[in-house]
């Protein structure tokens, strides 16, 4: 099959397989920010936004995001200017082995876009669906805490 | 207090924003073009003999290249244990083998042009076993008709106990003293048999190797190891492909705890490229991880203890059989590990016996996960202590206080007992295991819940537990590190180590090392780290070896350095070396008060006179093996009704000398308790009455997420060990070998009952529960 997404803002043209997964494409593609953990849906380290909700990319068949918006880590900020939960991840100490922070990373994005100001609980409810077998969560949850608070003081 | 600039402080992880922006490149991120894919055949059955393989119709499949299977590969007998060399595991594996031992073994290989072909061509293949009887017992294994799992020429590389003829892949046994005068001398006796479960490292990231060739025909391979030179030198013994051919790249690594200890993909990956001279690579999935990868040993602990009436242990045997599964990875030094980083604890102890077996089974393999052994010693040793405090009616952290090692102090253990041999007799200079036992308490808020039986609600009983554990700092006398380092003509240098960050953030700590010795900002340190081409030997990244062992040989590297850069200054001033010192960027002539920026002294060694690049090289080994120890308290609710425990909060108090980054130090206790936690409550391989695993997915072998996890504290109780860099001891495994013997401790605390078996699920519980209600 032919198809074209748009990822982070950019139109990607992919031919592929009609079995194949968001994630075997966008793996291909060279989007190697999308880390494969478990192909189950259960790890959430594949997780990206697609048309601004999370999903687990392994679940999703490409043939059914064609044309869509997709954005993954490197859609929310770069080295050179991250994004405020990036930042917060780094300065909290959350990334350890930094599989799972891509994941964790959008996982963030998409409860602080709903909710600027969660409390521990929904943190942690926000996560339910990304796994880390690093840190023990607590500066991962650290880290939401932190850029909830700088995103509202910027806005 | 000292005066560092860079030790204790928790600088960012050189990477952390690489890692967090999607940058950085993990193994199965590098893009190989036209590279074979890979994928392998598993046995169905425990344990038979391949009668036939019919590989005729896979072969016809579009894209395929290649299938092997015992018949077209080399016969070499070896160990995938990532270990120094000659290993201590026995050479009892082969790349493929006539014989399957375990649901999950190996039985052929397809190589495809694309990975579609290849799981085609695999359905195809056709394999006629003929059944053998399967072992999943160890005492039956054991036993005087017991079939033979291991038949060939299998065998150790080193002098140990090894008799595959009746299963036995190790044995160790030490003692001291007088056991049977101990035991007839006790008032009481304490015995009981802890059993502990296969579970799963379950770093997120799978295991993945891949294989290609530089422009001048060399072969590289860039692996999720955790034991780069360990990979190359296995790689080159199996295939006989010369070492120097072999260049092993370990990019970022997802995880390993163990894991990734062994050499398993890496030979299979280089053997399809080097016959096609192609490049190719192999990931494997979650089911494979959990079932063919290894995983932590499944033990039984039997452990005897006689005691006086005022808690005085006048006897301790600690028996301990280990299921090694169907190879012997890591069986006589995860064994040895259990009494060897257990029984020195409670040093006073005059009449000790350790004994250990290790026996083939066919199951899934265990290997090396982080607490090694220790984790399984620990769940039966703190039990019982937890247990003879009470009989002898003394709050347990009095006890513990009492009778643990302190500074100054030694045990025969030591000295008996090593890594599968005998070990390195030392005295603790470094132990604040009291201050963690008096810290930890009172974050945990013993004195107001110990003995309470608090109830939140009509059938929901609090308590709390304590653990205590120490663990090593690296294995003495076996491992080595080396590290180098250049000086750039600005004062930056580039710093380059075998060691092994798996996402520990050992590539950081190291630099602080370096940046403390030299006086330089962090960023100025280039870190580049386990690359056979480019870096220095290490030993990799486990034992818990880097910061004590691979931190020393940065520590001796960077004081080189600092000589050189003095020594240039001396000449560039004309004064005595003896008058200058070195502080933040430059050296100063204490006597005129002249001073030369690092920069200044750099330019002139690299262009003015007497040119030469001011670097260094260093390595280091340690004659001992000093402990972190640790303190590590739970509070639990059981549910009397279910058997349902949850664990409101868990505390621990780590003394691992100096931390070097505390924010990585937490980060490691952290993760440890987690890890820890699941082994206590939830995570354990099921198996179908033929040796199946039939959990083999994140749904149905239940890791702790974010919502389910407790409140964690951990407090780092500082001290400072003179033989580790700028005080340092480990930290990497002492945490996870608390959280299974404190939550059982806090479980007997709320409710009365011990639980001696592992994971303590809500069926167990709740048995025990009823059978305390009934009797």
Redesign the interface.
Known sequence: MDGEFIVNGERLKVSF?PAATLLDILR?E?H??V??????G??G?CVILLKGRLVNSCQVLAASAMGKEIT???GL???HA?HPI??A???A?A????????GM?LASYSLLKKNQNPDE?E???A??G????????????DAIKLAARRMRTDE | MNNYSHIGKSIQKIDSLALATGGEKFADDFLLEQALQVVLLYSPVAHAEIVDIDTSRAEKVPGVVDILTYRNVPRVLHSTAGQGYPEPSPYDALLFDRRVRFVGDRVALVAARSEESAREALEKIRVEYRPLEPLFDMKEAMGEDAPRIHVDDEHAKIPTVYEPKRNLCAEVKIGFGDLDGGFAEADYIEEHTYRTQMVSHCAIELHTACACFDERGRLLIISSTQVPFHVRRITSHVLGIPLWMIRVIKPRIGGGFGGKQEVILEPLVAFVAWKHRSPCRIVISRKEVFVSSRTRHAMHIRLKTGMMKDGTITALRMEGLLDSGAYGTHALTVLSNVGAKVLPLFNKIENMEFHGQSVYTTLPVGGAFRGYGATQGYFAFNQQIDMIARRSGQDVLEYIKRWHIKDGETSGVFRALGEGKEGVSQTIMSCRLSECVDQGAAAIGWSEKRGKRIRRAPDVVMGVGVAVAMQGSGIPKIDMASASMKMNEDGSLNLFVGATDIGTGSDTILAQIAAEVLKVPEEKIIVLSSDTDLTPFDTGAYASSTTYISGRAVYKCAIEIRRQLLETASRMLDVEMESLSLEEGRVVDRKSGRTLTCEEIAYYATYTENQFQIQASASHTADQSPPPFIAQFAEVEVDLKTGRVTVNEFVSAVDCGQPINPQLVEGQVEGSVLQGLGYALTEEYVFDSKGKMVNSRFWDYKLFGAPDTPRMRTIIVGSREDSGPFGAKSVGEIAINGPAPAVANAIFDAAGIRLYELPMTPERVWRKLREAVSS
Do not use: W
């Open positions: 397989r291909r060279g190697t920010e880390k494969e953990g478990c192909r189950e259960q790890c380290s993954t880590v490197k900020g770069s080295l991250p990036q930042t991840f780094v300065e100490g990334v350890q082995c930094g599989f799972c922070t891509p990373i609980e943190i942690r409810k996560l339910d990304n796994l880390c077998r690093c840190t023990g969560y607590v500066k991962i949850v």
